[in-house]
Structure formats: structure tokens, C-alpha cells
């Protein structure tokens, strides 16, 4: 389980973005994420995915609770945590071909050894073409350039992968394609996903408990009814 409890996050003193939030990503399923614009969605992203210490609360992988964050962070937590964010083209490196790109995380972690195998697994699945892999990210569209990042945070096999609105910019036909590629990995890899998006449709469709994180000033007077044939919808955010 990747869990989150009591979580107290933000940037300005006196201004927590969260204030009190607890959420559990168990493996083997999608857990969506929604709320309003603004309301820390992609605070508890970086803060679950080891990127931002909370200033309260406990974070832990797997029933081990992390000590570090960023640079601190213990590597093997670290690496059970994939992210793939909403813009791609500001995640990449731009002198990067589409290969080296799904590749790095294995050069970080001394195991370039399992490249050349690893990626044209990936690449297949994600549906990057060998001529594509040898591209750079401006000779590329979006969408291609997302499948590279959603490889890229597979290549590993993180136990839990954090989509942090990663089909936002997207057309319906390549959401389709990730969506599928991110089921098969729960479903293959019984890797647990935290969905973050502002489509609650796709989320409904896609996840199998749905949460809304609000704030106190954007508090949702009037949070949907789960309704039948839907995820359940709960609603955190609160102290
Ligand atoms: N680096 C930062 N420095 C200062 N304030 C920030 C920073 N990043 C985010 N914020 C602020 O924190 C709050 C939450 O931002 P966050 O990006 O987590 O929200 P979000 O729910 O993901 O929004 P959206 O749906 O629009 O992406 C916002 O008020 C935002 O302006």
C-alpha cells in the first residue's frame, strides 16, 4: 500500500494546500483522484511520489514509513513510486531521443545492462515505433511524446505509479491507448495507480474508488452522490 496519513503540505507559512489529508493507493487497482482547480491535487502527487517533504504526516511504502524526501529519499522507495505529469514536454530532457528518454531511469540506477530489452518491450506496448524511439521530443507530437513518459515511469516496474493528469492535453483515441496500457500494467504487474484528473467521466470509468480532495474555502457544499454503476465517490481534504 502506498499511503498517505495526516498529510499537512503547501509553499506559504500559515497557508497549508494540505491540511490533515490521509489516501491509500492499494496494488492491483486504480484509485482516481478529483477536485476543483487549485485545490492540491498535484501537491499530494509530488508529496506521495517522494518530490515535496510535507511539513505534517506520515508517508509510507509498503508499510514503511519514508524518512527522506527529494534528494533524501531512499532509493528503493523512490523507485517504487512512477509519475507521469500532464505537460510532457517540461518532464524530458529536450536533447533526449525518445529511447534515451524511456531508458534513463535504468542509466540512474546503474542497470543500463537491461536497456536495450526493456525499452522495445515498452516501446510495443506503449506503441512507440522503432523510427519514433530515435526522435527528439520537437520532432514529436504530445501524445507521442507522452507514451515515451508513461514508458519512461514503467521501465523500472514501480510498484505504484502516479498519473498526475496525464492525458489532459490529449485526444480521446491516445487517452484510450495510455488508459489501456496503465490497466494492463495493475492488471500484469499488480502495480497500484493514483489517477489525478479533472475528467471525473474517465475517472468513473476508469477507477475503481473515486476521491474528491477539497479545501475548506472550495469545501463542495454538495459533494455528488455516488451513483449506481459508478466508483463510489468519497471526499477528503479536511483536518
Ligand atoms: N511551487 C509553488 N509555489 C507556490 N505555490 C504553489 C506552488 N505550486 C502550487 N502552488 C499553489 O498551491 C495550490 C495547489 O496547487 P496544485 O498544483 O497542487 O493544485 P491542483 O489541484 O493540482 O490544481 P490544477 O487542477 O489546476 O492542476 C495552488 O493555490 C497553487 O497556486
Redesign the pocket.
Known amino acids: 500500500m502506498l499511503s498517505g496519513s495526516g498529510l499537512v503540505a503547501?509553499?506559504?507559512k500559515n497557508a497549508p494546500?494540505l491540511d490533515g489529508v490521509d489516501v491509500e493507493v492499494p496494488p492491483g487497482g486504480v484509485v482516481g483522484l478529483a477536485?476543483?482547480?487549485?485545490?492540491?491535487?498535484?501537491?499530494?502527487?509530488?508529496v506521495l511520489s517522494l518530490l515535496q517533504q510535507p511539513w505534517a504526516g506520515r508517508v509510507s511504502v509498503d508499510g514503511v514509513a519514508v524518512t527522506g524526501f527529494r534528494h533524501a529519499a531512499p532509493r528503493e522507495q523512490r523507485t517504487k513510486i512512477g509519475l507521469v505529469f500532464?505537460q510532457p514536454r517540461q518532464a524530458v530532457d529536450p536533447r533526449f531521443t525518445l529511447w534515451q528518454i524511456i531508458a534513463e531511469p535504468l542509466y540512474a540506477l546503474g542497470r543500463s545492462g537491461e536497456a536495450t530489452d526493456r525499452v522495445a518491450e515498452l516501446a510495443e506496448r506503449i506503441g512507440v515505433s522503432d523510427e519514433l524511439l530515435h526522435r527528439r521530443p520537437h520532432e514529436v507530437s504530445d501524445g507521442q511524446l507522452q507514451r515515451a513518459c508513461l514508458g519512461r515511469a514503467l521501465v523500472v516496474r514501480p510498484r505504484y505509479l502516479i498519473c498526475?493528469?496525464m492525458t489532459a492535453m490529449l485526444d480521446a483515441s491516445t487517452t484510450a491507448a495510455l488508459v489501456r496500457v496503465v490497466d494492463e500494467q495493475v492488471r500484469d504487474g499488480d502495480t497500484g495507480v493514483l489517477a489525478?484528473s479533472?475528467d471525473e467521466m474517465l475517472l468513473e470509468r476508469w477507477a475503481s474508488r473515486v476521491i474528491r480532495?477539497c479545501q475548506e474555502h472550495v469545501w463542495d457544499a454538495d459533494p455528488r452522490p455516488s451513483v449506481p454503476g459508478h466508483a463510489p465517490t468519497e471526499v477528503i481534504g479536511h483536518a
Request: glycine share 18%; charged share 25%; proline share 5%.
Open positions: 503547501g509553499y506559504r494546500v477536485g476543483p482547480s487549485g485545490c492540491g491535487k498535484s501537491t499530494l502527487a509530488r500532464q498526475d493528469e489525478i479533472h480532495l
